[in-house]
């Protein structure tokens, strides 16, 4: 990766950081870009993908209706404000 694409990269993430920081991290993503470089050269063409190479039987449960014994206990605890329950700030 060129130091421009990393500087505009680094930009972009809205991220600053020092010099050697910048450059373990650039080191790090030229490794990995590598890495898949490396993969992109494995000749494949003569198998076929395997998207589920072992079949998994779909089990689904059964939808029922099952009534809470006491609606009202629900919303004893929260706090309400013009008809619209107020969660927690996060």
């Known amino acids: ?3 421009e ?3 505009r990269l680094l930009k972009i993430c809205r991220l600053s950081m020092e010099k050697d920081a910048k450059d373990k991290i650039k080191h ?3 490794e990995i870009i590598a ?3 490396s993969i992109d050269g494995v000749e494949c063409s003569k198998y076929s993908p395997a998207y589920q ?3 998994v039987p779909a089990r689904k449960r059964p939808d029922r209706h099952e009534p809470f014994p006491e609606p009202g206990k629900l919303l004893k ?3 309400i404000y013009r008809f619209f329950i107020v969660g927690p700030k996060i």
Do not use: C, V
């Open 35 to 37: 890495y898949f470089n």
């Open 53 to 55: 190479p072992i079949s």
């Open 1 to 3: 990766m060129e130091n």
């Open 77 to 79: 605890n929260s706090k």
């Open 5 to 7: 694409d990393f500087d």
């Open 28 to 30: 790090d993503i030229d």
